[in-house]
């Protein structure tokens, strides 16, 4: 009896003990809620509102903008901008570490009765406080089949 006592309590701790890969859906459900407050207060509020300080923002035909204080001068003068940006996560991962992950998706852009769509990939990092923000985002325009060998 001691010995099946045994074996269960080892493997009760085996089990317990196991390191686990986070669940990605808190990381998709950010990316989520950064969608739908850009689609309610508009693109400048939300890629600020959800920057992490020390963000980057990949921008085609453009350096790389670093920190969340140089997002907030990009996105000054677009404040009144009629562009309205929605997008919806596939997929994403989160590191081990539960502190750094990934989304990628498919993003609508829509201005002036034009409609564009592509793809997207946000790195996302816990902030001080614990909140996810996006501390890498970068994007590419037009969704077509894909080519062999790309």
């Known amino acids: 009896m001691k010995i099946v006592a045994t074996l ?5 701790l085996a089990t317990g003990c ?3 890969q986070p669940s990605a859906e808190q990381l998709l459900e950010a990316d989520r809620n950064f969608s739908a407050y850009s689609k309610e ?6 890629f600020v ?5 020390d963000a980057v923002l990949l921008r085609k035909n ?3 903008i670093t920190g969340r204080e140089a997002i907030i001068r990009l996105y000054e003068p677009a404040k009144n901008t009629p562009l309205t940006l929605t997008w919806e996560p596939v997929s994403g991962q989160i590191a081990q570490s539960g502190e750094l992950g ?6 609508t852009a829509a201005a002036n009765g034009d409609t564009t769509r592509g793809t997207y990939v946000s790195v996302w990092k816990k ?15 037009g969704i077509k089949p894909p080519v062999p060998g790309f």
């Open 8 to 12: 269960c309590l080892a493997g009760l």
């Open 18 to 20: 196991a390191s686990r």
């Open 41 to 46: 207060n508009g693109v400048p509020r939300a």
């Open 49 to 53: 509102e959800f920057a992490h300080p």
């Open 62 to 64: 453009s350096l790389p």
């Open 102 to 107: 990934f989304t990628y998706g498919i993003y």
């Open 127 to 141: 902030d001080r406080n614990g909140k996810w923000k996006y501390i890498l985002d970068t994007g590419n325009e």
